[in-house]
T-cell receptor, first 110, second 121 residues
């Protein structure tokens, strides 16, 4: 049930772009994205609901394709503050709890 | 609001000892989740409660793990006896009860506590 994220790690320089993908083997109704900085708690970024909506947060946006059971997170013109581990979350079978992928570690250097 | 509060922040214990982790959710939130984070497995859902009632504990790894939520403002996760492989960061999260069960999706964010880093030696 756990969603699968790719790539596992990304290394960028400031100003570069990145895409993080999330896929599931089951039907999805929503996809949630969180970011966790080292030694801190995961922090909410955005929720995408079925319908292919594209949501944005600063220079971070995402898309959701429920037919393909996939979501992608787009980080544009990355900043040092974007460094951290990004998790996608999907609903459990009951639709009442979040199951997270293993995360994608993003490192942005100057 | 102070956010989700977990205690202790760090715990070092010897194998075989009982460990109790504590969580205070955000006031007014109806759902509480316990997650375990390791490098190998990432963030694993252990158990969650809705209105103080355990809904799904299928993620609890073994009978050595137990969780309670005696009231809306307090939950515990207990490991007895603890083993070195239990070493991990344990997070508690809470959400307001605004998901839509008829539509089968969660439309609300989860608020995480700062976690408890458990080391069993």
């Amino acid at each position: 049930q756990q969603p699968v994220q790719s790539p596992q790690a990304v290394i960028l320089r400031e100003g570069e772009d990145a895409v993080i993908n999330c896929s599931s083997s089951k039907a999805l109704y929503s996809v949630h994205w969180y970011r966790q900085k080292h030694g801190e708690a995961p922090v909410f970024l955005m929720i995408l609901l079925k319908g292919g909506e594209q949501k944005g947060h600063e220079k971070i946006s995402a898309s959701f394709n429920e037919k393909k059971q996939q979501s992608s997170l787009y980080l544009t013109a990355s900043q040092l503050s974007y460094s951290g581990t990004y998790f996608c979350g999907t609903e459990d079978q009951a639709g009442t709890a979040l199951i997270f992928g293993k995360g994608t570690t993003l490192s942005v250097s100057s | 609001d102070a956010g989700v509060i977990q205690s202790p922040r760090h715990e070092v214990t010897e194998m075989g000892q009982e460990v109790t982790l504590r969580c205070k959710p955000i006031s007014g939130h109806n759902s509480l989740f316990w997650y375990r984070q390791t490098m190998m497995r990432g963030l694993e859902l252990l158990i969650y409660f809705n209105n103080n009632v355990p809904i799904d504990d299928s993620g609890m790894p073994e009978d050595r793990f137990s969780a309670k939520m005696p009231n809306a403002s307090f939950s515990t996760l207990k490991i007895q006896p603890s083993e070195p492989r239990d070493s991990a960061v344990y997070f508690c999260a809470s959400t307001p009860d605004r998901w839509d069960p008829t539509s089968r999706y969660m439309n609300t964010e989860a608020f995480f506590g700062q976690g408890t880093r458990l080391t069993v030696v």
